[in-house]
C-alpha cells in the first residue's frame, strides 16, 4: 500500500502557521548556513523565541557526517531533549535532522546506523524546509549519514524518520548556486528513472515517474536560471519522488555512488552523473528487459531518452564522467567488490560483473 503523506504547505512561510506545527517548547534549528544568513527564515524564526527555547546549527557539513551530528546530540546532553526540530536546507540537513529525530533516546547513530539496535518506535517532531530540489529527502523514509571515522556512507531507514510536515517555498531554493541547482535536479530524474525500472516498482510509482520525468525535462533549464515557477515545478517533482523512493527503490547508480563519493570526495548527484553515461547505455541496450521500452512509451512514444538525458547534461554543462571525478580504471574492481545493498532490484544485475561494465562504460 502507498500512501501519500506528510501534508505539504506552499508559500512563503510566517511564523504563526510555523507555531501551529510546532510541538513542546524545546526547538533545535538545523540549517545549512547559505540559506540562514541569505533568506528570511532566520528573521521568522527569531521571532519564535519569546515563546520557544531555540538552539540553532548551522555546521552540518555535506554527507552529514557523524561528528556533526554527535556534535548537537552532545550539546544536549546537559540540557533537555528538544521537543521539535526544523531542518532547513538540502539533502544533508534533512538527513542529518531525520536522523537525530530519533537519537535523543540512549539509542547511538552508530546503533543505528550498524543496526545494532531496531528503531525506536517514536521520534521528535520534523519540520522539514528543504531548498534543493532534488533528494527527496524530505518524504522519504532514508537517511543517508556518514560514519566520518570508519569512511563509510550508508543510509538508516524506516517510516518514522519520516519528516511530518514539509513547508515548500520556490523563493528559498534561489539561495543554491547554478551548478548546484543543475546537479541536484538530475538526481531527481535518476530517483524517477530508476524507481520506475526496479523491480519493486508499481503502477502509482510509475505514473509518478513519468510525470517528475517530463517535468525534469521542461523546467530544470529554466529552474537554474531562478525562473521562480521552474523552481516550484522542480520542489514538487522532488518531494513526490521522495514518496517513490519510501516504496520503490533506486537502482545500481545509486549503489555504486554510495562507494564512489567517499573514495572521491564528490557529491552525490555528481556520482549519479558519471555512472548514468555507463548504466543508461547498458538499460538502452536491452530495453524490454530493462523497461526503458514501457517508460518510452509512457513518455508519449518517440522518445529517445539515452539521448534526451545526453542533452540535458550538455545543455547544463554537467557531463561527467567517472574519470572526471577522480577515479581511475585500476580501482574499478575494488568500486565494484565494495558495492552493497539491494543490487538485484535493479532490472539489468546480473552479477558483480554487471557493476564491473557499468564502471568500464562510464570512464
Ligand atoms: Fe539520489
Redesign the pocket.
Known sequence: MIQIKPSIHYGKIKKEILKSHIFGKNILIISSKTVWEKSYLSSVIGQLSDKYILKIYTHIQPNAPFSDLQKIIDDYKMDVSPDTIIAIGG?SIIDAAKALSVSFQNISIADLFYKIKPMPRTSVKLIAIPTTA???AELSFGA?IYDDVKNIKGGIRGEIIQPNIVFIDAELYRTAPKKLISEVGF??L??AI?TYVSLKSDALIRYQSVAAIKTVFTFLPNAVDGDLNALKNMAIASSMMGVN?AYSS?CLP?RI?YIIGPLTNTS??QG?IALYKGWIKLIAENKSKSGLNNLEYDLGGRVNLVDKIHKLKEDLNINYSISTLGVNESQIEHIAEKTTGSVQNDPIYISNETIIKILKESV
Request: hydrophobic share 25%; net charge negative; aromatic share 0%.
Open positions: 539533502g532534488g533528494t527527496g543517508i538526481d531527481c535518476t530517483h530508476e523512493l533506486t545509486h555512488q552525490h548527484a549519479l
